[in-house]
């Protein structure tokens, strides 16, 4: 029987140690106590990510269930930019001509947010980052600015561990050759992107850590995308066959993306682990077509992003840290 096995990393809500960031009870001028609406500008970098897409319906459905407890009427604008900053630049002028109480931004360059935190900060609207994390000293410009994230490293390691545990539970499914080296390929996201880099040093370093022995044959970049990352995996078939052994995915979506290939090929026995438990990602794990996934807890994640921009734009700050980090967890399927 396959039974969906939970463990939560041990470190919840591990935020920045450096900053407890209280902000100053003097920026309540701008601050929208007792207004009767709050309408949030929530900028996305692209609308067909299926991890934005999924923290995306999070944060519509508790918009709702806020507006119904508060009697607050909510008005979410959620604009996409399409992978473009500039149409990001052009959408947040909109927010702000359009009088909005706060902003939420998933920016597309995340180290070319100055502009939008400069109109930001003319016009008075508190900012919350998500996702795309900005340079620390773009965060350190404003006090009305918060970045909601998950720790990358974090992710990495819980990653590894599946596949740690994987080996020394079936070691015989890791390694099907029998030659004593788990033989892997490695699909990374975006380059530009903290959790890639950070992802793909911290799972192959835990993997080997805990003692399972690795050779990388090829990696490629699948820019967070399933069909990318479909393709590169059809071309490492075609080159490595059934001596590829594990495909490590810096997330769901191209792991998906990869077993799409596979099916493709005919090939099984090859074992897959993701990062996100996306919908489909969690799907494939259920399955068993995946050996693992990290979850950041989306419903923790929306639930933070919306409480911040709503207590920013009420209060005129927040008692919150200026990092939030939301909690993760291991999600596997386990054959008992
Ligand atoms: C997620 C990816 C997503 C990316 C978008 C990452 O944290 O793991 O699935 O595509 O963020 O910025």
């Known amino acids: 029987m396959r039974e969906f096995c939970i463990r939560w990393s041990k470190r919840f809500f591990i935020c920045s140690a450096a900053v407890l960031f209280l902000f100053c009870a003097g920026c309540g001028s701008a601050a929208n106590r007792g207004k009767s609406t709050v309408r949030i500008g929530v900028g996305l970098y692209r609308s067909d990510d ?17 507006e119904q407890e508060s009697g607050t ?18 959408q947040v002028d909109r927010f702000v001509s ?8 998933n920016p597309v360059d995340r180290m070319a947010v100055s502009s939008i935190i400069d109109k930001a900060m003319a016009a008075d609207i508190p900012l919350v980052f998500f996702n795309r994390q900005p340079s620390t000293e773009d965060m350190n410009r404003w006090d009305r600015l918060c970045y909601v994230g998950v720790d990358a490293k974090e992710t990495a390691v819980l990653q590894g561990q599946i596949v740690a545990d994987h080996y020394r539970e079936h070691p015989e499914q890791l390694d099907p050759n029998g030659d004593g080296v788990v033989s892997y390929v490695l699909l990374e996201g975006e380059t530009s992107h903290q959790d890639s880099l950070i992802r793909t040093e911290w799972s192959v370093k835990t993997i080997l850590d805990k003692g399972v022995p690795l050779e990388r044959l090829t990696g490629g970049i699948g820019n967070w995308e399933r ?24 997330n769901d979506d191209m792991a998906l993306g990869a077993l799409d290939a596979m099916e493709r090929a005919g090939i099984t026995g090859i074992c897959v682990v993701g990062i996100d438990a996306t919908d489909p990602g969690l ?5 068993g077509k995946m050996i693992g996934t990290v979850s950041a807890d989306k419903a923790g994640y929306a639930k933070t992003i919306f409480d911040t921009a709503v207590e920013l734009s009420e209060k005129g700050s927040t008692a919150k840290e200026k990092y939030y980090w939301c909690r993760q967890e291991i ?5 008992n």
């Open 50 to 66: 299926t991890f934005i897409n999924n923290l995306r319906r999070e944060l519509e459905q508790y918009a709702k269930e806020y």
């Open 73 to 90: 009427k909510i008005v979410l604008d959620i604009q996409a930019a399409k992978g473009n900053q500039s149409v990001q630049n052009r």
């Open 98 to 105: 359009l009088d909005c109480d706060v902003l939420c931004v």
């Open 227 to 250: 069909s990318q990352a479909s393709a590169l995996m059809e071309q490492w078939l075609g080159q490595y066959g059934k001596k590829i052994e594990l495909v490590l995915s810096n």
């Open 283 to 287: 799907a494939a794990v259920r399955e």
């Open 331 to 335: 999600l596997t399927g386990v054959e």
